[in-house]
């Protein structure tokens, strides 16, 4: 369990990095939750396409590639407005 935080928190932190875009989750618990989120995603795509086993994880190069999926649709939500910028004051 530890292992899944420290992986997730190393790919979040290295997805935040390459990925482009103002609108990056910062904080320790929302990198490590963007980490776990893209190696959740790259398992699930990989045993969706062979790569994996059901029992088998995704590793730590496809957890980053995930974590930067993750990263890619989080920015389109955010300029299309489909999710509110928790930097902004609302509109009254």
Excluded: E
Excluded at 29 to 57: H, K, S
Excluded at 70 to 92: H, T
Aim: aromatic share 10%; proline share 8%.
């Amino acid at each position: 369990m530890i292992w899944i935080l420290i992986v997730g928190l190393v790919a979040g932190f290295i997805a935040r990095l390459v990925s482009p875009g103002p609108n990056k989750p910062s904080g320790f618990i929302l990198t490590a939750a963007l980490g776990i989120a893209g190696a959740l995603l790259a398992t699930f795509v990989g045993q969706l396409l062979g790569w994996y086993r059901p029992d088998q994880g995704a590793g730590f190069i496809t957890a980053t590639l995930g974590a930067v999926a993750v990263l890619f649709i989080w920015n389109r939500l955010m300029v299309s407005r489909a999710i509110p910028d928790p930097g902004q004051q609302p509109r009254l």
